[in-house]
């Protein structure tokens, strides 16, 4: 077995049942897409445009392309094309552009909003009552499914703020829900912190280092 699907396995084994797996792929040759394909993971996740694309070409129909990057909107109509999920909705202009998009092409894509409750300004999302604020808004569009949150935690090596940030997550998500009743998704996790992720609930973790080594 190569060391691609050895550390699949490994998280796998792990992973509790019922807590889906997106593979993060961003910046990983397609050799080791192809070895993750190969032991059957189907779930990809990736974070540009133009790196989704030439992947989305190159590997089997099948794959579910999850975009988890920052996606500026002169890159919606490239994203949306491959997408099966979007992730990272981070405002509610974004939101109603790709909801434009998909509509122009007839599609509905699944999208996550993103929320910010990490310590870096760096990262992206929505403040908690302005993603509530916003599902309310939008609950109308033709082109989107909202199904979920997605968030990170601080970054940090202390326990109690990884600890909490979960919890925020966690709780936007279930406000969320009272607002899309099947919006039941909740994208937390990384390759540091996913153990702590779960057992705060997380419904889909998103795993890059662990699985395929440092990015290229
Ligand atoms: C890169 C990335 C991940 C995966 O990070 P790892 O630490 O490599 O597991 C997960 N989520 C998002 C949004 C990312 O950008």
Redesign the pocket.
Known sequence: MGQVSNNLAKVRSILPEGVGL?A?S?FQSLASLQEAYAAGQRRF?E?RADELEAKAAAMPDDVEWHF??HLQSNKVRRVVKFASVI??IDSERLLRLVSAEAERISKVVDVYLQVHVAAEETKSGFLPDELIECARRCVGLNGVRVRGV?G?ASNTDDERRVDADFAAIADVGRRLREVIGDADVLSMG???D?PVAVRHGATLV???????GD?C
């Open positions: 997106t993060v961003k996740g974070s988890i990057g992730e990272s997605m990170m990384m390759s540091g996913w998103r795993i890059g280092s662990a699985i395929f990015r």
